[in-house]
């Protein structure tokens, strides 16, 4: 089972920043929390990923609480482009590789309006 | 870097035929990942590859379903005898396990609809 929680949906306005909520209480020490999207009919597309520290690349910045618990996604100009289906999944990795497979939940469709 | 790449990217068949799927991961990468998505959920993990090996398979896999990669690059998915719950989006990742994060990239996808 997927060891997140994501709201079902949210809306937001052309142009403005979307934040996308994710919580994962029950995340252990060595766990990587990644953030995927997917866009209808698409394969799932990479943003970002982090441990603790916030990250920030040219898609997104992730936001990691310092207790590790929850973290946000932003998009901080989001456009029309951007509607799709955002996956938060934690990760195990460690050095010389990963625990392999993704496990993904229902993840938040972000419908981005004009 | 042409990306992940699946073929076909739609399939119809009838209840009881045998399909095969192709996927060809990104050059350099060393593992490959096979997901199964039905409408309205997330991927699901099926199987995954380190070069030809195939190190874990998901209970999702009954014994209908078969993977290779015989040589470590491209990969087969085949799917016998199939039935109308089979219908559904199949996603192939790739990775390369020598970089530290790992971070899998996905296909487009093959659609399977099960008549």
């Known amino acids: 089972d997927a060891k997140t929680t994501q709201p079902t949906s949210m809306d937001c306005a052309e142009g403005r920043a979307a934040n996308l909520p994710c919580n994962h209480s029950?995340?252990?020490?060595?766990?990587?929390v990644y953030w995927y999207r997917q866009i209808h009919s698409q394969g799932p597309q990479y943003i970002i990923h982090?441990?603790?520290n916030n990250e920030t690349n040219e898609m997104a910045s992730l936001i990691i609480t310092e207790d590790r618990k929850s973290s946000t996604l932003i998009l901080p100009h989001a456009t029309l482009r951007d509607t799709a289906v955002y996956y938060c999944?934690?990760?195990?990795?460690?050095?010389?590789?990963?625990?392999?497979?993704?496990?993904f939940g229902k993840g938040t469709k972000l419908s981005v309006k004009p | 870097d042409t990306g992940v790449s699946q073929d076909p990217r739609h399939k119809i068949t009838k209840r009881g035929q045998n399909v095969t799927f192709r996927c060809d991961p990104i050059?350099?990468?060393?593992?490959l990942y096979w997901y199964r998505q039905t409408l309205g959920q997330g991927p699901e993990f099926l199987t995954y590859?380190?070069?030809?090996?195939?190190?874990?398979k998901s209970r999702l896999l009954s014994d209908r379903f078969s993977a290779e990669r015989p040589k470590g690059s491209f990969s087969t998915l085949e799917i016998q005898r199939t039935e109308q719950g089979d219908s559904a989006m199949y996603l192939c990742?790739?990775?390369?396990?020598?970089?530290?994060?790992?971070?899998?990239?996905f296909g487009p996808g093959t659609r399977l609809t099960v008549l």
């Open positions: 990742a790739s990775s390369f396990s020598w970089d530290y994060t790992d971070t899998q990239y």
């Open positions: 029950t995340i252990s020490g060595n766990e990587y």
């Open positions: 982090g441990l603790k």
């Open positions: 999944i934690v990760r195990l990795l460690n050095y010389g590789g990963s625990q392999g497979n993704l496990i």
């Open positions: 050059s350099e990468h060393n593992r």
């Open positions: 590859f380190q070069n030809e090996a195939q190190l874990e």
